[in-house]
């Protein structure tokens, strides 16, 4: 059993900044961030492996930036230039081959 644990959220303006962190307690081939706003379905929002490939949503492209510390099994996703839209609770997913862990998620509020 993997343990999932995210901090970092909050609310900041439009065009704000945030980081959040994602710390796995062992071993993990991918992590990866996901999103859900309120009456959404949690979609991807970047995804990284254990040997660094990563994988954006084209409405975070250029804007967010997902990394790695293998050594801690930890993994940070930079938001610059934060909007409205991208309010929503982040979720954590660690995967060890196959199997899902998800941690319960930090609220991120962009406002106007």
């Known amino acids: 059993q993997v343990q999932v644990v995210e901090s970092g959220g909050g609310s900041v303006q439009l065009g704000g900044s945030l980081r959040l962190s994602c710390a796995a307690s062992?071993?993990?081939?991918?992590m990866s961030w996901y999103r859900q706003a309120p009456g959404k379905e949690r979609e991807l929002v970047a995804q990284i492996t254990s040997g660094g490939s990563t994988v954006y949503a084209a409405s975070v492209k250029g804007r967010f930036t997902i990394s790695r510390d293998n050594g801690k099994n930890t993994i940070y996703l930079q938001m610059n230039s934060l909007k409205p839209e991208d309010t929503a609770v982040y979720y954590c997913?660690?995967?060890?081959?196959?199997?899902?862990?998800w941690g319960q998620g930090t609220q991120v509020s962009v406002s106007s």
């Open positions: 997913k660690a995967e060890t081959y196959f199997t899902p862990y």
């Open positions: 062992g071993f993990t081939t991918s």
